[in-house]
């Protein structure tokens, strides 16, 4: 089946915008997580949507935003984009919160 | 916030076995401990997962002691295409929101 899906791959931006991000999971999970990836504080978890409900979120300024769709897509949003967001975003998706966790590609976004 | 620890980087020699540590002091009761491997540019990609004792897959065995304040991962005889990051990933009971927190990841680098 196919794996989870991020769109788009890369992104560029300004400080100041917003921006939102895209994430399919794998087909009958209903669980996904977004996490953000720098060098210097290396995977951090963002939050968890199960059944369109934020189920938990990690420690991150309200700026950043996420929703669940009924078909268990999801998207986060950044708003008031800062230098320091640039980084890796990535999605994964499982069946239940303990299960193995599915990571897609990720997206890149640099923030100018 | 809860502290997950791994060694930093470790070398090893093409066919020896790699045990790879993970120090989680603050577990959740009802959190299993996964672990992931990590190659540029891509996902974290699931290698195995357990909650207390031993498991073992066909390509790694996880090893937790009674208190699961800590975990082992052991790579048996590794190849070059074992050189990776590997993240452990449990979740946090202080925080109250059921955080899931990567490790800081360990740099397996394969010599031959």
């Known amino acids: 089946k196919a794996g989870v899906t991020q769109t788009p791959r890369y992104l560029i931006k300004t400080r100041g915008q917003q921006v939102t991000l895209s994430c399919s999971p794998i087909?009958?999970?209903?669980?996904v997580s977004w996490y953000q990836q720098t060098p210097g504080q290396g995977l951090q978890f963002l939050f968890e949507?199960?059944?369109?409900?934020?189920?938990n979120k990690g420690n991150f300024p309200g700026r950043f935003s996420g929703r669940q769709f009924s078909n268990s897509r999801s998207e986060m949003n950044v708003s008031t984009l800062e230098l320091g967001d640039s980084a890796l975003y990535l999605c994964?998706?499982?069946?239940?919160?303990?299960?193995?966790?599915?990571f897609g590609p990720g997206t890149r976004l640099t923030v100018l | 916030l809860a502290k997950t620890t791994q060694p930093i980087s470790m070398d090893s020699y093409e066919g020896q076995e790699v045990n790879i540590t993970c120090s989680h002091n603050?577990?959740?009761?009802?959190?299993?401990i996964t672990w992931y491997q990590q190659f540029p540019s891509q996902g974290p990609r699931f290698i195995i997962q357990g909650y207390k004792t031993k498991v073992t897959n066909e390509v790694a065995s996880l090893f937790i002691p009674a208190d699961r304040k800590s975990s082992t991962l052991s790579l048996p005889r590794v190849s070059l295409s074992d050189t990776a990051v590997y993240y452990c990933?449990?979740?946090?009971?202080?925080?109250?929101?059921?955080?899931?927190?990567f490790g800081t990841g360990t740099r397996l680098t394969v010599i031959p």
């Open positions: 087909s009958g999970h209903r669980s």
């Open positions: 603050n577990i959740a009761t009802n959190d299993y």
């Open positions: 994964a998706s499982s069946f239940a919160r303990n299960n193995e966790q599915f």
């Open positions: 949507y199960f059944s369109e409900t934020q189920r």
């Open positions: 990933l449990v979740g946090d009971n202080r925080a109250g929101a059921n955080n899931l927190f």
